[in-house]
């Protein structure tokens, strides 16, 4: 079997990343007898610089022609100051999403063993954090209608989070779907002591909970939410929630490992997934050979995964990098006295000895 994956390197840490994920999938694809294409595409500031468009019409044909998207990260200090339509996150990421109908983001947040003390938070707080946070993405205050207006000379501005109920069905759908190849527990965060929308997140999951009688399935406000997972990550397995929560929510609960570097995403629902690392282009540090590759590693297993179901295989990258992390080999996000510092490619060595 050939996938054919196309490849985004990006802005920044994005072209030293990508091809440490695709040396594990050709390792991966040799051992198992899989093979891929991998076809290179601009996207981000780098297209913007060659072709003058974020997102250029070949890279979206190319996307729309692969059976897997392979995305690095986008954007930097240079690009910031491009009108909003030109900016690569609005002028590429969102329309990237909309064409391809990739309306669920999913970011696994775990802590690793080996990797507790390197966190700001205490162990014990951590111990068992296993959480898939599935955040609706297409829809909510990101695509209401929105505008300004001026009433006898004082300023207005609004958003309008706006969901039906077949956007809302779709996301609670994929995630009692998830959470049935898990530990079984569905958390759905909202607002609905105060916001319609989110009263009619929660009707729609209730209506849906019978379909799925062995999921166990609870609801969060998520100004609660958001002290929960900080309090207590351990107690949730799946949570499920609209765009600008999940937005949020995704981002504090990466805190919950030690790095974003150990981070993965993918973005679902068409008939080609999106996988990226869930940290940007980090501009700080890009053409030192520092970054963590792990994030991206971590989502190529997401694509073998999700989009392949090839779950031998993707047990097995993951099983290569938490060995590597208990033999001690650190990038210098997640550095501690005593381990040994290795750059962007011996980690990805360390990773293909393990496989
Ligand atoms: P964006 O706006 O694109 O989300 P950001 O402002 O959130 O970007 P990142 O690019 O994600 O920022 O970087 C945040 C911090 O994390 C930076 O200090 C960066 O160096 C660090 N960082 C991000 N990814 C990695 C990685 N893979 N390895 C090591 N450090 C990283
Ligand atoms: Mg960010």
Redesign the pocket.
Known sequence: MTYRIAVLPGD??GAE?VPQALRVLEAVGAKYGLSFTFTEGLIGGIAIDETGQPLPQETLELCRNSDAILLG???GPKWDNLPTHLRP?VGALLPLRKALGLYANIRPCRTYDALADASTLKKEVLAGTDMVIIRELTGGLYFGSKGRTDVDGVQQAWDTMIYSTPEIERIVRLAFETARHRRKKLCSVDKANVLESSRLWRETVNRLAPEYPDIAVTHMYVDNAAMQLIRNPGQFDVVVTENTFGDILSDQASMLSA???MLASASLGGRVGLYE?A???????AGQK???????ILSAAMMLEYSFNRVAEARAIEAAIEAVLAKGFR???IMEAGKRLVNTEEMTDRVLEEL
Request: aromatic share 0%; proline share 11%.
């Open positions: 920044g840490i990343i990260a986008i954007g996150e790095s974003l570097g690392p940290h940007g282009s980090a501009p700080d540090i520092k970054a963590n590759p792990i994030a991206t990038t210098g996000d």
